[in-house]
C-alpha cells in the first residue's frame, strides 16, 4: 500500500469527522429570492436540517457545498 503524506492523512481525517457532524436550523425563513436555484437549494439545506440530517448525508443527495458554507457563515444553520 502506498504511503500517504501526513497532511493529507489530516484532511481526509477532517472531512471524515466532518461529515458525521450534524446540522441543526438556528435562524428560519429563506433568505433568497423566490422561484430561484438559490432558494431550491437552500430549502433542502434547511429541510434536511431540520430533519438532523448529517453533513456527509446532504452533500450525497444533491446538496451544495457552498450553500452550507453561506448557511453557515449568516447563522441560519449550526454544526452539532
Do not use: C
Not at 492523512?9 to 430561484?36: D, H, I, S, W, Y
Amino acid at each position: 500500500m502506498a504511503k500517504l503524506d501526513p497532511d493529507v492523512e489530516a484532511m481526509a481525517q477532517a472531512f471524515n469527522n466532518l461529515r458525521r457532524r450534524r446540522l441543526r436550523v438556528m435562524k428560519t425563513g429563506n433568505p433568497k429570492k423566490a422561484g430561484t436555484a438559490v432558494r431550491a437549494r437552500w430549502d433542502w439545506l434547511l429541510k434536511n436540517a431540520k430533519r438532523n440530517g448529517a453533513v456527509g448525508d446532504y452533500l450525497t443527495s444533491k446538496g451544495h457545498p457552498v450553500t452550507l458554507m453561506n448557511a453557515i457563515k449568516q447563522g441560519y444553520v449550526e454544526l452539532v
